[in-house]
């Protein structure tokens, strides 16, 4: 497993722009992707993630061409998700220029794809994005998670953060990991543009049952975040929004912070 922790910035996008919301909804207009890929690419991120998170719920493809667009743009690895269903929708992303796929609906409707993404594309391109909410009925079968604010476990969410699955985040990272996932994207859909921190309870429930890369998504809003995130939830990567694309932060100014403290980070 990689020491070097990574910084992602997150291009959330629909209907060709990049968007922003809090608990997945309420979306605002956040800039232009590849003008954004671009920026990043420059400011010295370590990866972009390029989510499409309208196609799932419009049950239509991703945007190729925007995907194609922002691959030029870019010198460092590039994830795209959102509406991958298939092998070949997979195939015709990473034609395109991504170097890996994220998958979640799909994932979750059909399992057996991440075996297939796995075998054909090689582990490593395949990245099993995890969108999870607290629940604080306790059902029998469920991994109970103890936290501040009481005992709960963690459901995944569908279609954009849609649809309740009635799945244990903790036990389905765990399968994903098994079936041949090469990273998992866990995000708290109750952290989720917040700027509260990310939900450390989830993240590291998470980390200490697979033995892949695990990124922290979902309610960054401080540079202390990122460092909990790495030091206490054990996290591989930390993915941000809007607190770079609003220019709270810089990435320079927050790997230098995190260098100050002893994680390890790539600073050109």
């Known amino acids: ?159 954009g953060g849609r649809k309740p699955t009635g799945i244990d985040a903790i036990k389905w990272a765990e399968k994903a990991s098994k079936l041949g996932a090469g990273e998992l994207l866990v995000t708290s859909i109750d952290k989720d543009g917040t700027r509260m921190g990310y939900d450390l309870d989830l993240i590291k429930a998470i980390t200490k049952r697979v033995n892949i890369p695990v990124i922290a998504s979902g309610g960054a809003g401080k540079i202390e975040h990122i460092l909990e995130a790495f030091t206490i939830a054990k996290a591989d990567a930390a993915l941000a929004a809007s607190i770079f694309h609003y220019g709270i932060y810089r990435i320079k100014n927050v790997k230098e912070f995190l260098l100050k403290r002893g994680v390890k980070v790539r600073l050109e």
């Open 1 to 159: 497993m990689p020491l070097t922790k990574r910084i992602i910035p997150c291009l959330d996008t629909a209907y060709g722009k990049v968007v922003k919301g809090i608990h997945f909804k309420n979306l605002r207009d956040a800039g232009d992707p590849v003008e954004l890929a671009k920026y990043y690419c420059n400011e010295g991120a370590d990866e972009i993630v390029f989510l499409d998170i309208t196609a799932s719920i419009e049950k239509r493809k991703i945007l190729k061409d925007m995907v194609r667009k922002v691959a030029y743009e870019l010198t460092i690895p590039f994830t795209v998700g959102g509406g991958i269903r298939s092998l070949e929708d997979a195939r015709i992303v990473l034609c395109n220029g991504a170097d890996k796929v994220s998958i979640n609906t799909a994932a979750i409707e059909n399992p057996k794809l991440i075996m297939k993404l796995s075998k054909i594309f090689g582990k490593q391109c395949i990245v099993i994005a995890i969108d999870a909410k607290r629940r604080y009925d306790l059902y029998e079968g469920k991994t109970i998670v103890k936290t501040k604010e009481g005992k709960c476990w963690f459901e995944v969410y569908i279609y």
